[in-house]
């Protein structure tokens, strides 16, 4: 008589572990898969508003400088040392400064990161309200430059990132790797902003004055 076959014999139990590791693997891109196309979406709308929507500047704050650009550009400024300690954080607690972790990390980074988030929605709602997604020409025939453009662009990337970067911190179900590399994407986009505007600014013009 030949002899059954073991439920988990090597034919069998490779089978099952084949389809647990496929289930896995599907599980675990599924929340990376939906944070990137919520955030594709949101970066689409948050263009289309920028184009659609008549600058003005009603409703926007100067914080006691003397233009709504002026403000934007020290609180950007902020906002870059926020990102810095942030990636210096977000290195040091995956041991990748050979420093013992202090207990307070955690606590300094998830501040850090909150503040820098509040800070850039801050800024981008200025951007948007009171100068819109500007490409093309101006009302005064004047050219947009390439710079402006591709700030703009950069600009409603990182709010797409942000909301990624969000999705990576609150689930419970992604893997490992999706909280660093929306991390890494966030702090990369949010540079290439800051050296589109504030940093450009600075070079250009110097630091802003307050209002008198």
Do not use: N
């Amino acid at each position: 008589m030949a002899a059954r076959p073991e439920p988990f014999s090597t034919g069998a139990g490779r089978s099952i572990l084949d389809a647990m590791a496929d289930a896995t693997a599907r599980k675990g891109t599924a929340v990376p898969l939906a944070a990137f196309m919520a955030g594709a979406v949101v970066a689409l709308l948050v263009g289309v508003f920028g184009k659609v929507h008549d600058p003005t500047l009603a409703g926007t704050t100067t914080l006691g400088y003397e233009t709504v650009i002026d403000m934007k550009v020290v609180v950007t400024t902020g906002i870059a040392v926020l990102a810095v300690l942030q990636l210096v954080g977000g290195l040091w607690m995956y041991g990748r400064l050979g420093i013992r972790t202090p207990p307070w990390l955690g606590t300094a980074h998830r501040i850090t990161g909150t503040l820098a988030l509040l800070l850039s929605a801050f800024v981008a709602y200025h951007c948007l309200w009171s100068l819109g997604l500007e490409s093309g020409k101006l009302a005064d025939g004047e050219p947009v430059s390439t710079r402006t453009v591709v700030h703009g662009v950069l600009g409603c990337l990182v709010v797409g990132a942000a909301v990624v970067k969000v999705v990576a911190v609150r689930s419970r179900r992604a893997p490992g790797w999706f909280l660093p590399l929306a991390g890494g994407l966030l702090f990369t986009l949010l540079v290439l902003a800051i050296l589109t505007s504030a940093v450009w600014y600075l070079g250009a013009e110097g630091w802003p004055s307050a209002a008198r």
